[in-house]
């Protein structure tokens, strides 16, 4: 009876302070009642069904605060006790269902809410839709097929949509090429546009900066972001002993060459350990080694390379920065195969040209349509190491460096012309290399396609757009700047060819769509796709 007048007066107190949504203190009272009915349960009252009862009800009470805190593995231990006290309790077979949907184990989240939608008689439409949506993701989450096409038509409206983890044909390999640790490595070919990896941020801060030209404010404005997001960062790890896990497991850039290579089963949903208690050992939150894990690790949304799809798209002071855990097995390279898209807070890396097995998978970490000088300026200035890929080596080993560093002082029009020139009659260049040396150049050359009387002038001397994109892709992947040039100049060559009453030249949309999948992934289809690549050149 005690308990029964205990219970009535923390309903009211509960009802308060979720009316002021203070849930850290609703979870304090929660905690103190669970202790005073566990000191019962241990006592004479232990069989008694209320008591039970009661009990039950605070468990899972306290797991909706905790899963609204985001604190997964506190709400899934009560969950996890309220259904041992009463398996059927369909509340917290509810929750834990969200629980195990936040935590991406998208089967056995449907199976909590077919149990709590089987004594209903299978008739409740919110229950429905959590199962429908459980599958869905499943479904995504076992063939990589993601398709945004609907979001992307209407013209990225509203919420991104709900995307599932993620991990495709790779696995995590020594490097031997690119970064020297650990990389990410294609496990049979793959064709361009096809999806790697999906992968959700453990973290992710976002912000306006103030107006250019105010670069003080800009700088506090970019360390109050950076401040919030270490601090949530931290709080994610010590809520998650898996989080902390994995987050150990990342480079702190020191000594790649003996850090251990993680089994890919930790990232793939529904494989890898993801109860807490499925993992052995303790580790404490060490602020430090997390400070220098996050400076090697985290990636910012607004990269030139990494198109953030939908309304909160880079530019207009947008800035964000997120950490990624799989992801961040991925090396730099300036000869990359992969790209990366942001869409709300998943990551998505696709194949941006075709890998074949065994390939190690690279993105760029920052924009590669620079000369060598400039990505190494890049290189040591933000990311602290020196790039090993094949085209840093090839461009810096060249019988004809000294040449190509003069070159490379003046991205004027004709440079490109004379670029051309000499890897036709001087120097003895392969076709990747040209692609190397095209995609160095590139200023130059878009410079040359900028207007119809620069074309004119060099179109002798140089690929016509959509030769030159085909092989700057060969070097870097699809990239949304060759992209824009090739459109254009589809584009000017159908007004060319309608002033001179010549009959429509077919657009190559086969080539196109090529390039386009290589930018965008195989995420949208076909109609999807000529739209984004219309929306580019508006
Ligand atoms: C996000 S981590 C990539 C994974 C890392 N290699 C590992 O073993 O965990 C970034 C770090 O990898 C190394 N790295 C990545 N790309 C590189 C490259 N192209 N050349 C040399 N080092 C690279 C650098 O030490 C960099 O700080």
């Given at each position: 009876m005690?308990?029964?007048?205990?219970?009535?007066?923390?309903?009211?107190?509960?009802?308060?302070?979720?009316?002021?949504?203070?849930?850290?203190?609703?979870?304090r009272l929660y905690t103190r009642f669970i202790s005073l009915c566990l000191h019962h349960v241990s006592g004479d009252a232990g069989g008694d069904p209320k008591l039970q009862k009661i009990l039950c009800g605070a468990l899972s009470n306290r797991a909706e605060a905790r899963?609204?805190?985001?604190?997964?593995?506190?709400?899934?231990?009560?969950?996890?006790?309220?259904?041992?006290?009463?398996?059927?309790?369909?509340?917290?077979?509810?929750?834990?269902?969200?629980?195990?949907?936040?935590?991406?184990?998208?089967?056995?989240?449907?199976?909590?809410?077919?149990?709590a939608l089987a004594p209903l008689g299978g008739s409740d439409t919110a229950l429905r839709g959590l199962i429908d949506r459980c599958q869905k993701l499943e479904a995504q989450?076992?063939?990589?097929?993601?398709?945004?096409?609907?979001?992307?038509?209407?013209?990225?409206?509203?919420?991104p949509p709900e995307l599932a983890e993620y991990v495709g044909p790779v696995v995590i390999r020594r490097s031997v090429g690119c970064g020297g640790g650990r990389g990410l490595f294609a496990t049979r070919n793959i064709e361009s546009g096809?999806?790697?990896?999906?992968?959700?941020?453990?973290?992710?801060?976002?912000?306006?900066?103030?107006?250019?030209g105010n670069p003080m404010s800009s700088e506090g404005a970019r360390l109050v972001m950076w401040k919030d997001f270490v601090a949530r960062l931290l709080d994610a790890a010590s809520k998650c002993r898996r989080t902390l896990r994995l987050i150990y497991l990342l480079s702190t850039g020191e000594d790649e060459e003996d850090l251990p290579v993680p089994d890919i089963r930790l990232f793939v949903p529904e494989q890898g350990p993801s109860r807490d208690d499925e993992l052995s050992g303790d580790q404490a939150l060490d602020t430090d080694?997390?400070?220098?894990?996050?400076d090697v690790n985290c990636l910012a949304d607004d990269a030139v390379s990494a198109k953030v799809l939908g309304k909160n798209g880079g530019g207009g002071g947008y800035h964000g920065v997120g950490l990624w855990l799989l992801a961040s097995f991925i090396n730099h390279s300036c000869n990359p195969n992969a790209r990366r898209l942001h869409v709300g807070n998943h990551l998505l890396v696709h194949a941006s040209r075709d890998i074949k097995g065994g390939e190690e998978i690279t993105f760029p970490y920052f924009?590669?349509?620079?000369?060598?000088?400039?990505?190494?300026?890049?290189?040591?200035?933000?990311?602290?190491?020196?790039?090993?890929?094949?085209?840093?080596?090839?461009?810096?080993?060249?019988?004809?460096?000294?040449?190509?560093?003069?070159?490379?002082?003046?991205?004027?029009?004709?440079?490109?012309?004379?670029?051309?020139?000499?890897?036709?009659?001087?120097?003895?260049?392969?076709?990747?290399?040209?692609?190397f040396l095209r995609a160095s150049f590139w200023e130059a050359y878009t410079a040359t396609y900028a207007?119809?009387?620069?074309?004119?002038?060099?179109?002798?001397?140089?690929?016509?757009?959509?030769?030159?994109?085909?092989?700057?892709?060969?070097?870097?992947?699809?990239?949304?700047?060759?992209?824009?040039?090739?459109?254009?100049?589809?584009?000017?060559?159908?007004?060319?060819g309608r002033r001179r009453g010549a009959a429509e030249a077919p657009v190559d949309e086969g080539r196109l769509m090529k390039m386009a999948r290589g930018v965008y992934g195989k995420v949208a289809k076909k109609q999807a796709a000529m739209r984004i690549l219309l929306g580019a050149i508006s």
């Open positions: 005690l308990m029964e007048e205990e219970a009535q007066q923390l309903r009211s107190r509960a009802t308060e302070l979720l009316l002021l949504d203070d849930w850290e203190e609703y979870i899963l609204r805190l985001r604190d997964l593995p506190g709400a899934a231990g009560d969950c996890d006790r309220a259904l041992d006290l009463d398996p059927s309790h369909l509340k917290t077979l509810i929750c834990k269902g969200k629980i195990l949907l936040g935590l991406d184990r998208y089967s056995s989240a449907a199976d909590c809410f077919r149990r989450s076992k063939t990589g097929a993601f398709d945004l096409s609907q979001w992307v038509l209407d013209g990225f409206k509203g919420d096809t999806m790697l990896v999906v992968t959700k941020a453990v973290v992710i801060g976002r912000g306006i900066l103030p107006e250019p080694r997390i400070l220098k894990i996050l924009d590669v349509l620079m000369p060598l000088r400039k990505r190494r300026e890049t290189m040591a200035g933000t990311w602290g190491f020196c790039c090993r890929c094949r085209r840093c080596q090839f461009e810096e080993a060249a019988a004809y460096a000294g040449e190509l560093r003069e070159m490379e002082e003046s991205m004027v029009p004709e440079m490109a012309a004379r670029l051309e020139e000499a890897m036709a009659k001087r120097w003895v260049v392969k076709s990747k290399e040209k692609a207007t119809e009387r620069e074309v004119r002038k060099w179109e002798r001397r140089i690929p016509a757009e959509m030769a030159a994109a085909e092989s700057i892709a060969e070097a870097v992947g699809g990239d949304e700047r060759v992209l824009r040039v090739v459109v254009e100049g589809v584009k000017r060559k159908e007004g060319e």
